[in-house]
Each structure stands twice: as C-alpha cells, then as structure tokens.
T-cell receptor, first 114, second 110 residues
C-alpha cells in the first residue's frame, strides 16, 4: 500500500456535486489504473494510463467520469455530477507496462453519494 | 465483464486446515495472479504464475494453472486466523491490464 497514496480515504457528498479522487504513485512504474469496487459488480477496471497517456478508458461508465494524469506522480478521477449509484470504493493501482508483473494498489477511497 | 470467476464465493474453515480456492477464466492469458484483500484495505499481490507454468509455490501458498481448462487454484496450507480475507484471481489477457474475478471470502476460525 505504501507505494500508492490515495486521497481522501473517505468522501461523502451530495448527489449532483463534483467529486475528485486523487492518486500519488511512487516513481518507477509507468502504468496506472483506476478500479471501482462494489458488492454487486466486483472490481471493475475504469481506465488505464501508460506513460501518463490514457490507453484504454472503455471501462469508464459514463461521460460524468473523467480521469487525468498530468505527470508520472499524480492522477485524478473526477465524477461530475455525482449520483448515488457511483457509491463505491475506488482504487488506484500501478504496475510496469512490460507486463508479467504485479500491481500495487492504494488503500482506496470510499465514496458515498447521498 | 469479469474475466475470472472464483469458486467458492465464501469459505469457512478451522485454523490449521487447508483452504482451496478455484478460478476459471475465459480467454487466453499471459499470466494469472492471485491477490488478497483485507477488509477496508487495498489488494496485495500474493503470487504470479505464467501461462507456461503449471505449479508454483510461495511459503504456505501453492498455485496451479491448467491452461487447457482455463482454470487455476490457490491452496493455503495450515491456515491461520490471520489468513481471513478475500482472495481474487486476476488475468492479463489484455496486455498488462488486469481483470479480476469476483473473489472468495475466506474465514479462518481460531
């Protein structure tokens, strides 16, 4: 967990508000992933960055979701406007694009939209 | 959609017993990984097995892979209460993007 810092750990917001989740990965890993975890749908891959460039965002559920990676040490996932069904735990993970290596996960952000 | 599916969804055993969890997947893979998740925490990598390997060991963990059946199993021997967690298999059918199964919730009773 120590290699990926996510903030905030918990977020409670009202429906319609904008939510920004943050991820600060350690250096040396050129792939970054955002996952969403719910009881109903399990772990879903939302978006994948390689060398700060979005490679696959087919998992992003709707246009309300957007993600950026302005540099190798920072990424954000934004939901605007948020809805109750967006309530979930959102994880950021890193690995190496060479493949065949493990992924390191942050501790996640638990989002509750009321 | 999930690439891997774990079986059983939940498993309860006594401390000292062995725990076996199975994973099935749908498409060809380069490797398969197992992760552990404690309640309220992120996932932690346990072991990786490549598509050309059939078995791998790490401490009390033993992983098997049968690519002809598109299945893998994770065996935890001599379980401990501290092994209580959810266990997930993950495959990298799409480059290094991992697709996770639904997980097995393991409870080890002291």
């Amino acid at each position: 967990d120590a290699g990926v810092i996510q903030s905030p750990r918990h977020e409670v917001t009202e429906m319609g508000q904008e939510v920004t989740l943050r991820c600060k990965p350690i250096s040396g890993h050129n792939s970054l992933f955002w996952y969403r975890q719910t009881m109903m749908r399990g772990l879903e891959l939302l978006i994948y960055f390689n060398n700060n460039v979005p490679i696959d965002d087919s998992g992003m559920p709707e246009d309300r979701f957007s993600a950026k990676m302005p540099n190798a040490s920072f990424s954000t996932l934004k939901i605007q406007p948020s809805e109750p069904r967006d309530s979930a735990v959102y994880f950021c993970a890193i690995s190496d694009s060479a493949g065949g290596t493990e992924a390191f996960f942050g501790q996640g952000t638990r989002l509750t939209v009321v | 959609s999930q690439q891997g599916e774990e079986d059983p969804q939940a498993l309860s055993i006594q401390e000292g017993e062995n725990a076996t969890m199975n994973c099935s997947y749908k498409t060809s893979i380069n490797n398969l990984q197992w992760y552990r998740q404690n309640s309220g925490r992120g996932l932690v990598h346990l072991i990786l097995i490549r598509s050309n390997e059939r078995e791998k060991h790490s401490g009390r963990l033993r992983v098997t892979l049968d690519t002809s059946k598109k299945s893998s199993s994770l065996l935890i021997t001599a379980s401990r209460a501290a092994d209580t967690a959810s266990y997930f298999c993950a495959t990298d059918a799409r480059g290094n993007m991992l697709t996770f199964g639904g997980g097995t919730r393991l409870m080890v009773k002291p």
